[in-house]
């Protein structure tokens, strides 16, 4: 560790999100309360399984009349430890109300799996969905993903993926990312209180760290962290916007006034917010 970086002290302050925020758990029980309503009003094709595993599950929301929308993939946050996709099922109800599909993907968490074996999981599930799109009803030459916190750091792991050579797919099968206060470079997760469950080695964190990885076919890229949040989060924001700047991508770094790291995800359930508009423009169904 260089004279510059942060200690194990400055870290753990930075990443310790509940300690932060220490409403954390009014949040949570709003994502839940308000996930339920959602579903309860718009029955969705819950639990579709993309693998083995019992956390290797979809849960896929259409639109009411749109043959073969685009489809939203979102990829919970959780710190790679906890969450569900059932918690987020609100933040497709704006956008189906537009035209979109929406897919909640799981994955299996730490410490039961690696990292490796998480961005693993993304990647397939991603791909079934490209496998699976007629028979599930949106189109598979639209497909775009977005994700929260450690969610945000796995839909730019997904646009990393080379899809032609792990699977025999389309280069650009992602069409656009939305990451939102993403984690892109893991060497300071790993060097914190949260390895102690994650359990990265410095290769590992390396070669899990969209920073640091070759980038994939380009695509419209929104990066967005809240005014709020710890500046850990607005570093790894800044980085990650800048590399795709300076690879030519098309992009934009978006802070969200008056937001937390906990508000921010909430504001996707809003029609009107500048997040789902975002969204909802680089969907093609949103005003330019």
């Known amino acids: 560790m260089s004279r510059s970086d942060p200690d194990r002290a400055t870290l753990d302050r930075n990443y310790n999100l509940r300690a932060a925020v220490p409403e954390f758990q009014t949040w949570f029980d709003r994502y839940a309360a308000t996930s339920a309503g959602f579903r309860a009003r718009w029955p969705g094709r819950l639990d579709l399984g993309y693998g083995e595993g019992p956390r290797q599950a979809i849960d896929l929301f259409l639109p009411a009349a749109a043959a073969r929308p685009p489809l939203l993939a979102f990829i919970h946050g959780g710190y790679w430890q906890s969450r569900d996709r059932k918690d987020f099922s609100f933040m497709a109800e704006p956008l189906v109300a537009a035209g979109a599909a929406v897919a909640l993907i799981d994955y299996e968490l730490t410490p039961a799996d690696t990292m490796d074996r998480i961005v693993a999981e993304i990647r397939e ?65 790993r060097r914190c209180y949260l390895n102690d469950v994650l359990q990265m080695d410095e290769a590992e964190a390396r070669r899990d760290s969209p920073l640091h990885l070759p980038l994939g076919r380009p695509c419209p890229v929104v990066v967005a962290v809240g005014e709020h949040e710890t500046q850990a989060f607005h570093e790894q924001s800044r980085a990650y916007a800048g590399r795709l700047e300076a690879a030519g991508w098309p992009g934009v770094l978006m802070t969200e006034p008056g937001l937390d790291h906990f508000a921010i995800v909430m504001t996707l359930g809003e029609a009107g917010a500048p997040l789902v508009q975002a969204i909802l423009r680089q969907l093609g169904i949103g005003p330019a």
């Open 125 to 189: 599930a991603l791909a079934w969905l490209h496998r699976h799109a007629a028979c599930q009803g949106f189109d598979p030459e639209r497909i775009h993903v977005a994700g929260h916190s450690a969610g945000g750091h796995l839909a730019a792991f997904a646009i990393a993926t080379i899809w032609q050579a792990a699977f025999g797919l389309p280069a650009d099968l992602i069409k656009g990312a939305v990451a939102i206060s993403g984690i892109f470079d893991l060497e300071p997760i």
